[in-house]
């Protein structure tokens, strides 16, 4: 950890210098993407971002993500007509992340070819949905899953990722982030690369995903994100 702050620190000084050598043939750019993290499944969720230069070459940024979060104690188990849910799980836990950052240019490609390289720091709020999960029961009716009466050898299932999200309990919370980000592209009006980097989420309570396990109220993530966007 201490490796990984200090080479930030020295990234971060480097742009003072080399953001000065910036392309100045936009001044906005607008990216979306599809992202991926350490506590998610597949696809961890979408993400927009929104860049305005600055005077000094640099960006300031406005970002807004949707993802979702899986328990690290999270454990499959196959019914007997060969569906599946997560044992234990009580919860989902659904994130909606505003951000408020700076975007500095590390190494600027030549134009229309190369690769860009940028730091991104960013911190703003975080709200939480902690969302009931449904089971599929006695191959009847989809309820909320209580594990102290629901009885495994009559779970048949699970119900839709989506189907309590309107029952949510909000909890808020905030995040902050640094990433170095990757773009390519032989246009100018265009942008589309990687990003990847650290996030940590902290909600003012535990997040009670699991019965089995211990539940937590900070979520530390690795995150890649891929992503394609406009400029002007």
Same mark, same amino acid.
């Not at 044992?87 to 590390?106: C, P, S, T």
């Not at 990847?196 to 937590?216: C, H, P, Q, V, W």
């Given at each position: 950890?201490?490796?990984?702050?200090?080479?930030?620190?020295?990234?971060?000084?480097?742009?003072?210098?080399?953001?000065?050598?910036?392309? =100045?043939?936009?001044?906005? @750019?607008?990216?979306?993407?599809?992202?991926?993290?350490?506590?998610?499944?597949?696809? *961890? *969720?979408?993400?927009?971002?929104?860049?305005?230069?600055?005077?000094?070459?640099? !960006?300031?940024?406005?970002?807004?993500?949707?993802?979702? #979060?899986?328990?690290?104690?999270?454990?499959?188990?196959?019914?007997?007509?060969?569906?599946? #849910?997560?044992?234990? &799980?009580?919860?989902?836990? !659904?994130?909606?992340?505003?951000?408020? +950052?700076?975007?500095?240019?590390?190494?600027? &490609?030549? $134009?229309?070819? *190369?690769?860009?390289?940028?730091?991104?720091?960013?911190? +703003? $709020?975080?709200?939480?949905?902690?969302? $009931?999960?449904?089971? @599929?029961?006695?191959?009847?009716?989809?309820? $909320?899953? =209580? %594990?102290?009466?629901? #009885?495994?050898?009559?779970?048949?299932?699970?119900? #839709?990722?989506?189907?309590?999200?309107?029952?949510?309990?909000?909890?808020? *919370?905030?995040?902050?982030?640094?990433?170095?980000?990757? @773009?390519?592209?032989?246009?100018?009006?265009?942008?589309?690369? !990687?990003?990847?980097?650290?996030?940590?989420?902290?909600?003012?309570?535990?997040?009670?995903?699991?019965?089995?396990?211990?539940?937590?109220?900070?979520? %530390?993530?690795? !995150?890649?994100?891929?992503?394609? +966007?406009?400029?002007?």
């Amino acid at each position: 950890m201490n490796k990984l702050i200090g080479i930030i620190g020295i990234l971060f000084v480097s742009t003072a210098v080399l953001a000065q050598n910036a392309n =100045d043939d936009y001044t906005i @750019e607008n990216t979306w993407g599809i992202t991926k993290n350490t506590a998610s499944g597949l696809i *961890g *969720g979408v993400v927009f971002k929104k860049s305005i230069r600055n005077t000094s070459g640099s !960006f300031t940024t406005y970002g807004l993500e949707l993802v979702n #979060f899986k328990h690290p104690a999270q454990l499959k188990a196959v019914t007997g007509t060969g569906n599946s #849910f997560t044992l234990g &799980k009580v919860n989902h836990l !659904f994130a909606i992340r505003g951000q408020y +950052g700076r975007n500095y240019v590390v190494f600027q &490609k030549a $134009p229309q070819q *190369g690769v860009q390289i940028s730091l991104n720091l960013a911190v +703003g $709020p975080s709200i939480g949905l902690e969302a $009931p999960y449904y089971i @599929e029961y006695k191959q009847s009716v989809r309820i $909320p899953y =209580d %594990p102290s009466i629901h #009885f495994i050898e009559d779970i048949t299932g699970r119900g #839709f990722i989506f189907q309590g999200l309107f029952k949510s309990n909000i909890i808020i *919370g905030a995040n902050i982030k640094t990433s170095l980000s990757f @773009e390519f592209g032989s246009l100018k009006s265009s942008v589309s690369g !990687f990003e990847a980097g650290f996030l940590l989420d902290a909600y003012a309570r535990k997040i009670n995903m699991m019965s089995t396990a211990e539940n937590y109220a900070v979520w %530390p993530t690795a !995150f890649i994100t891929l992503f394609y +966007g406009s400029r002007k």
